[in-house]
């Protein structure tokens, strides 16, 4: 743009090229190492000078990942979380976010400040009166619990995202279903709920995501090692360490990454904006 | 209340009951604990006892420790990742080769759950069997190797590495999203008229980057003091106490010991220090969605 010569013009760019690589080294490496970990016989990971690449590479890890009970049932246990969670999450935005968008009423500051004032609080502010009122009606301790904190703890943000997307909805095309006999919650249904599609699809990935990620509350709110989710119980396997063990925990942790990379590269238009609405924590 | 309001209400209601149950009052009830001797057990009375919480927090060491810790933990990875973050925005706001590769790679640190983001550094930290020391050993930098994460003086600097790698493909997206949002005629024009480099980026680039930068660099504060899983996977808050974050303080006081009532009022000067710090944003933000 400005008037350089093409020398520094090409100084410019190796610079650029050198900190690029620099950045690619950095974010990667580990990540390398860790799929490396993931395919190495216990044997090879107690040797003295590890490798970057495995020598006798082995799915033995990846196996044992899978049938130790623990893994495989807290994965179940994260599955069944997050699914749950996202799905009530969506189900209960839906209509709150277009009454929020189409009606006047006193509750739209409240509702859009809480998603700013609740990323406030550290959460442990939170859970010991969470944790006090689940014990009272004996949800401590139980699946259903923790869903109705993810619940409540997506809710805010889903609410925010939706009435996005029902802003994009022309309200003639609900108007011309209420002429042709419609009830109003048959124009939901029917008629915004499909043109939605997408924002519900983007809201519970998002919703589910955090709810397979999250790890304090399930800590807290979880005891039976029955019922704790992946990362509690990946967790707690870095407290039994032994050299050997770290093969499985190296598996363990990719496949506990894989749904919500999966998840990411599906709304990687939507994560910048996300992000400014506080949704999506680092 | 006309049908439209009813209509209305009967839509926001089933949304905002959980909410309200489940996070506006446990919020509340968590402030006003931290102003009582609440315990865990069966049956524990609870008394208000005023500021005698706080009284105790300013004695005791182990909570100056962890406020320090938490202090230089959210400052430097805050700073390092928005520094990094917009050098790395505008290098991949240019034509480059491998700028997908970037774009791509960002999503893995972001959307790793915390924890295994912690278990990976800890492998990659290992003492014997980590990449670090490992690299260290075949590039003839042998005599640098440490137990990372076990070393008095290297806990802390380890733990913030990590924090900055989980953090800042989120920042580096977030500030390269602010930067194509600025407009390019604006900069060429700006060019054109024989404005330099420096000059163009605060007269063009920063207004219009300055509420995005404001937003991710508040949040990633507030993240980051009130960050957990990370820190507990990684070093449990050790050696000594060196990376004892004050959210892992926090939640040893109450689940380990009991101590309700204490844990909550670290919890509120926790809220105060980031509404000190960050209240100019936050009313700025509220104004916003009123």
Same mark, same amino acid.
């Given at each position: ?282 | ?13 089933? /949304? #905002? &009951? +959980?909410? %309200? ?6 919020? !509340? ?7 009582? *001797? =609440? ?66 790679? /960002? #999503? &893995? +640190?972001? %959307? ?6 912690? !278990? ?7 003492? *014997? =069997? ?66 330099? /480099? ?93």
């Amino acid at each position: 743009m400005s008037i350089s010569g093409p020398k520094t013009k090409t100084f410019k760019r190796i610079g650029q090229y050198t900190a690029l690589a620099g950045y690619l080294v950095f974010l990667a490496f580990p990540l390398v190492w860790l799929i490396s970990t993931s395919f190495k016989d216990p044997r090879e990971l107690v040797e003295l000078h590890p490798s970057l690449i495995p020598r006798h590479p082995t799915l033995q890890n990846y196996v044992t990942a899978f049938t130790e009970q623990d893994l495989a049932r807290s994965a179940l246990n994260s599955l069944i979380v997050a699914s749950a969670s996202a799905l009530l999450t969506v189900l209960l935005a839906l209509p709150a976010a277009y009454a929020l968008v189409r009606f006047r009423t006193r509750l739209s500051t409240p509702i859009l400040g809480w998603v700013l004032v609740s990323q406030l609080f550290p959460f442990v502010l939170l859970v010991i009166p969470l944790f006090l009122i689940l014990k009272a009606v004996a949800l401590t301790d139980t699946r259903f619990g923790l869903i109705v904190v993810y619940v409540t703890w997506s809710l805010p943000f889903a609410l925010w995202m939706l009435q996005g997307f029902v802003r994009g909805i022309p309200r003639e095309l609900e108007e011309a279903a209420a002429v042709d006999g419609a009830s109003r919650l048959q124009v939901l249904r029917q008629v915004v709920a499909p043109l939605l599609a997408p924002g519900l699809v983007a809201t519970s990935l998002f919703a589910f995501i955090s709810g397979w990620n999250e790890f304090f509350f399930a800590l807290v709110l979880l005891k039976s090692p029955e019922l704790a989710t992946l990362p509690v119980t990946l967790a707690r396997f870095v407290g039994v360490e032994g050299i050997a063990r770290l093969g499985p925990l190296a598996a363990g942790s990719l496949l506990a990454t894989l749904p919500s990379l999966v998840f990411f590269a599906l709304l990687q238009r939507r994560l910048a904006e996300g992000s400014l609405a506080g949704a999506v924590k680092g | 209340m006309n049908r439209d309001a009813r209509f209305a209400y009967s839509l926001l209601i089933p /949304a #905002l &009951v +959980p909410v %309200a149950a489940l996070s506006a009052a446990p919020l !509340i009830r968590g402030v006003f604990l931290g102003f009582t *001797d =609440a315990r865990a057990g069966r049956h524990q009375p609870i008394h208000v006892t005023g500021l005698a919480n706080y009284q105790k927090l300013l004695e005791d060491e182990q909570f100056w420790s962890a406020f320090k810790v938490g202090l230089v933990w959210a400052f430097a990875v805050t700073i390092c990742q928005f520094l990094l973050g917009l050098g790395l925005a505008s290098l991949l706001n240019q034509p480059l080769r491998l700028r997908w590769l970037a774009r791509t790679l /960002a #999503l &893995v +640190p972001w %959307a790793m759950p915390p924890v295994v983001v912690g !278990i990976m550094w800890k492998l990659v930290y290992h003492p *014997d =069997a980590g990449l670090l020391n490992e690299a260290l050993y075949r590039t003839g930098l042998g005599g640098l190797q440490h137990n990372w994460l076990g070393d008095f003086t290297t806990a802390l600097p380890a733990v913030i590495l990590v924090g900055i790698w989980a953090g800042l493909p989120q920042t580096t997206i977030v500030l390269l999203a602010g930067l194509q949002g600025v407009q390019r005629e604006l900069h060429e024009a700006a060019a054109v008229d024989g404005a330099g /480099a420096a000059r163009r980026f605060r007269a063009v680039t920063w207004p219009a980057l300055a509420p995005v930068v404001l937003a991710i660099t508040s949040l990633d504060f507030i993240w980051n003091f009130n960050s957990f899983g990370l820190v507990y996977v990684l070093t449990g808050g050790g050696p000594g106490g060196r990376t004892m974050l004050p959210m892992l303080f926090a939640y040893e006081e109450a689940f380990r010991f009991g101590h309700y009532g204490y844990a909550a009022a670290l919890g509120n000067v926790m809220v105060l220090v980031i509404l000190v710090l960050l209240g100019f944003y936050l009313r700025r933000r509220l104004k916003e969605a009123a």
